[in-house]
């Protein structure tokens, strides 16, 4: 029995058909696999397992025996050539989304997330237009906000190389939806949080980082006073309105958000997470120089397109995910840690 009963509305968009997730083994490309699998979807995954980006065998443990795996990468045309074939979907999260090494390195960015995504996208466009293209680009790509919430039509001011990087790639889909018939839709997604992501670096994903530090009972550091907002977006809620997009023939040459329209603090999501773990404790630290010039400020995703166009919307509470994420790690603590 399906556990997200909100996606048998979509079974008929799934059942049968034949779906690639790039990034397959990673936090979201997981939970999405699991979800589509029991819609009923012929599912194959693609991971090139790179070093602390948090693929992991392990995600895709309930269904295993369910999915291809194929261990490669974006960038290989021959790979790719093979595996879009009689795709009916193909949804591309793989990336290079660590923010520290794209200030370190800039070229694994720009090599992975621009010339991986105009490989894919060159090989849709040769040997499968009929394919549905599902990008998860990032907020980031908007910068600070210049108004909150921030719509799809606030100007783009990407701060870091990753962040320029995931913009250079939605216009790739744009570009080749527009100019070659490659439909695909851009989702840019907002601090998800939740099951299946890595927990080994706080390098990204800042809750399920706090979720780490309480476990283990262990400080965690909110800088400044804590009053920098975020919409922090539950792992499910994020692969459900990738489901629901998908399978809305409207959204195809779209950008919508996806985010969390009722927003928290940090302070808060501190004090969420350790009154749920009963453990760890948090205080405020100083902005360090480098961290408050990366700081973008407050985010809240305006997400009334994807509510009109697709019908979606959050369906889980702040405090609601943080329960399941913590029940996860705790019952799966030597995979992850």
């Not at 399906?2 to 008929?12: G, H, I, L, T, V």
Request: charged share 25%; aromatic share 10%; glycine share 8%.
């Amino acid at each position: 029995m399906n556990s997200y009963p909100e996606d048998e509305k979509y079974r008929d968009s799934f059942e049968g058909r034949s779906v690639l997730i790039t990034g397959g083994l990673g936090f979201i490309g997981s939970n999405l696999a699991i979800r589509l699998v029991d819609l009923g979807a012929r599912v194959s995954l693609l991971d090139a397992m790179l070093d602390e980006h948090g693929g992991n065998m392990f995600n895709i443990k309930p269904v295993q025996n369910q999915v291809d795996i194929n261990f490669s990468d974006v960038r290989d045309e021959g790979t790719l050539k093979y595996l879009i074939k009689n795709k009916d979907f193909i949804f591309h999260l793989a990336g290079q989304n660590d923010h520290v090494l794209s200030r370190r390195n800039p070229f694994p960015d720009i090599d992975i997330n621009i010339k991986g995504t105009a490989t894919l996208l060159e090989n849709c466009r040769k040997y499968n237009r009929d394919a549905r293209l599902i990008y998860s680009g990032t907020r980031g790509e908007y910068g600070a906000a210049i108004v909150l919430p921030v719509s799809e039509d606030q100007p783009l001011h990407p701060r870091g190389i990753y962040e320029l990087s995931s913009m250079a790639a939605q216009q790739l889909f744009q570009i080749y939806h527009d100019n070659d018939g490659v439909r695909s839709i851009t989702l840019r997604l907002t601090n998800i949080y939740g099951e299946r992501a890595q927990m080994r670096h706080n390098r990204f994903g800042v809750a399920n980082w706090f979720i780490r530090l309480a476990i283990d009972d262990e400080m965690i550091s909110v800088f400044g006073d804590g009053s920098i907002i975020r919409d922090f977006l539950y792992v499910q809620d994020a692969v459900g309105a990738m489901i629901a997009s998908a399978a809305t023939d409207s959204a195809y040459g779209k950008v919508l958000n996806v985010g969390n329209d009722q927003a928290s603090n940090f302070k808060e999501l501190a004090e969420t997470v350790t009154g749920i773990t009963g453990s760890g404790r948090w205080a405020f630290t100083p902005f360090s120089p480098e961290r408050a010039a990366q700081e973008p400020g407050d985010f809240i995703s305006d997400i009334s397109r994807i509510k009109k166009l697709v019908g979606w919307a959050p369906s889980y509470s702040l405090d609601q995910g943080l329960r399941k994420t913590v029940n996860y790690y705790r019952q799966n603590k030597e995979f992850y840690w």
